[in-house]
């Protein structure tokens, strides 16, 4: 049952209006919010409180992210159609869904079993069909697949994880949450062979990056 009644888009510009307030401005990332259809991407019970601006349980102890901490990372990330996107933590696939929005080609990897089995099985069903999910350790990156041109982290990293900064173009971005309980969001801009450029914004709450992947 994927139903996206009239209700659930109402909903969405509520939403994005909520966003907008909040400091939201590109407004390719509203549209994009305003089209994916975050109810689906929940469990039944959890459908009510689709388009409130909060985090929700998905399976595997894990969450779908808050629609401003994905707004506010996408707009972060100055996705390009074309845009060649590195997502680290699949989960439910909503913001896979919302870099597809932005015509991005999206790989992405999720190191829970579980997760990557749903998410593999649901978003083509929703219309997305990302150029690869990947079961395994988004610690690594993407090796045979590199470089990309923007790498969003979506699990609060420990560490900023090397290989994520060298699969990057050069010109390419890595967004993501550094450290342990709070995060720091992070901007990394590869200006050369061994050149970034840094920059943080504010803090965030993720559910932590780990290591291995997991049946
Ligand atoms: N982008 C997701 C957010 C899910 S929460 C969404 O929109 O729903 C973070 C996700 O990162 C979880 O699914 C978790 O299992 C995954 N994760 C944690 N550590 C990871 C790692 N080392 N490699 C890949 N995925 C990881």
């Keep these: 049952m994927l139903k996206d009644l009239p209700r659930h888009k ?27 259809p975050r109810h689906l991407f929940m469990d039944s019970g959890f459908i009510d409180f689709a388009y409130q601006d909060k985090p929700f349980p998905i399976a595997a102890d894990q969450t779908i992210s808050q629609p401003y901490t ?4 996408t707009e972060l ?3 390009e159609p074309g845009s060649k996107v590195l997502e680290i933590g699949t989960g439910s696939g909503y913001q896979t869904a919302i870099l597809m929005e932005l015509n991005a080609i999206v ?7 579980e997760l990557y089995d749903k998410a593999k099985k649901f978003l083509p069903k929703v219309g997305y069909v990302p150029k690869k999910l990947i079961f395994g350790d988004g ?7 590199s470089p990309f041109d923007r790498i969003i982290v979506t699990a609060g990293a420990p560490f900023v994880p090397n ?9 390419g971005k890595l967004v993501i949450p550094v ?17 970034f450029d840094k920059k943080e914004y504010g803090d965030f709450r993720f559910v932590p990056m780990l290591k291995n992947s997991v049946k």
């Excluded at 509520?14 to 509203?30: D, E, F, P, Y």
């Excluded at 994905?70 to 990372?73: G, K, L, M, P």
């Excluded at 790989?107 to 079993?113: D, G, P």
């Design 77 to 79: 990330l100055e996705v």
């Design 107 to 113: 790989y992405s990897i999720e190191r829970q079993k």
């Design 179 to 195: 450290g342990e309980d709070v995060q720091k969001m992070t901007v990394f801009t590869r200006k050369g062979e061994k050149e």
């Design 10 to 36: 109402g909903l969405r510009n509520q939403l994005v209006a909520t966003l907008k307030a909040k400091g939201i401005k590109n407004k390719k990332v509203l549209e994009a919010i305003a089209n994916v």
């Design 139 to 145: 610690y690594l990156g993407l090796e045979e697949e």
């Design 70 to 73: 994905v707004a506010f990372q």
């Design 163 to 171: 290989p994520l900064l060298s699969q990057l173009k050069i010109g």
